[in-house]
């Protein structure tokens, strides 16, 4: 039988199959990052919001779940950055990914500490700036994606990107199956991203109610709110969205429109869904392919349904 295959981003990361699991605020804890790194891909804490302290204990928490890889990502939008990264650096967190905004400014202290610093980004510009700055890899995200986003399409953006830069590129966004993952190989990805698909994993801690909407969620059941503030969310269309969406627009019609608490308004609101499991007044962040998406199953299920199924469209043994 033949070993996994020679990829790029296996051999970086130290992995076994090139799927990463995506960093969802107060979703993606210890149990859910080494749950998916047990499985073979590489499992993520989302630093999000949380107090660096927490971020602190999912990290030797994970440790105790699993000799394996893992990742902490931090959400640039945060005012816990700097902690977060004085965290990761004197935990010795072996890979940083990062979202929402630009990481130039801890780049090199990431990276003088020999952590491989793998960066989201939603445009090909920014994937250049990344590389120039030491990116190990670069994680291009298409606007399919749950959460923050920008606006490209993952199948327009993954091979722009993939000729501008040298470093390997995982394609993110849109992503659950081992289709998409195919897909995105044929674009010139050797990884992917996925986040939706593990909101319904056995080991995701997110509020069973939250987990029960991604699972009836059809195709168009996701909204992006937040387009005129310059911080688009996507997310599973509820009360919140509908409210949300007629606020901004009510702001809009002032002389002075403030815009500043619908950021606010947003972080607060995935916490209600995803903790709280209140489906009506949180921001229930999803992606696009939430349809695809029909049963919980384990981090280990995931990953071997996905992979089988890649196998067999790229026609390589396991
Ligand atoms: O980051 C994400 N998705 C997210 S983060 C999040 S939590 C949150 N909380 C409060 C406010 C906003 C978000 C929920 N979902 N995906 C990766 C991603 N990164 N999408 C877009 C970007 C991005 C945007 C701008 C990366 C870099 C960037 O740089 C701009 C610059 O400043 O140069």
Not at 51 to 60: E, F, L, Q, T
Not at 80 to 85: D, G, K, L, R
Not at 92 to 109: D, K, M, N, Q
Not at 129 to 155: C, F, L, S
Request: hydrophobic share 45%; charged share 20%.
């Amino acid at each position: 039988m033949m070993g996994a295959p020679t990829n790029p981003i296996c051999e970086l990361l130290g992995i076994r199959y090139p799927i990463i699991q995506g960093a969802m605020a107060w979703i993606a804890d210890a149990a859910l990052a080494a749950a998916v790194s047990n499985a073979g891909g590489l499992g993520t804490i989302a630093a999000g919001n949380a107090p660096p302290d927490m971020v602190r204990g999912w990290i030797k928490k994970t440790r105790e779940l699993t000799d394996k890889p893992f990742a902490v990502n931090i959400m640039m939008l945060s005012p816990n950055v700097a902690e977060v990264t004085d965290i990761v650096v004197e935990e010795r967190v072996p890979i940083v990914i990062t979202g929402a905004g630009s990481p130039l400014s801890f780049a090199a202290r990431i990276k003088e500490n020999g952590i491989k610093f793998v960066p989201v980004i939603p445009s090909t510009a920014l994937a250049v700036r990344m590389q120039k700055n030491g990116a190990d890899a670069i994680i291009a995200e298409g606007m399919e994606a749950g959460g923050h986003i920008g606006k490209m399409t993952t199948m327009a953006l993954v091979p722009q990107v993939v000729d501008a830069v040298s470093v390997p590129v995982l394609a993110a966004g849109g992503i659950a199956d081992g289709r998409g993952m195919a897909a995105a190989f044929m674009l010139g990805a050797c990884g992917v991203q996925i986040g939706t698909r593990f909101i319904v994993a056995k080991e995701s801690p997110a509020h069973q109610s939250f987990k029960d909407k991604v699972i009836k969620a059809k195709d168009i059941d996701t909204e992006v709110t937040g387009q005129i503030t310059g911080h688009p969310m996507r997310q599973l269309r509820n009360k919140f969205t509908v409210r949300y969406n007629a606020m901004e627009q009510e702001e809009l019609k002032k002389d002075e429109p403030d815009m500043t608490k619908f950021m606010a308004m947003g972080a607060g609101s995935l916490r209600v869904a995803a903790v709280d499991g209140d489906v009506d007044n949180g921001s229930l962040m999803a992606g696009q392919i939430s349809g695809l998406i029909t049963k919980e199953q384990t981090c280990d299920e995931i990953v071997q349904e996905i992979m089988n199924q890649f196998y067999g469209l790229v026609g390589v043994n396991k």
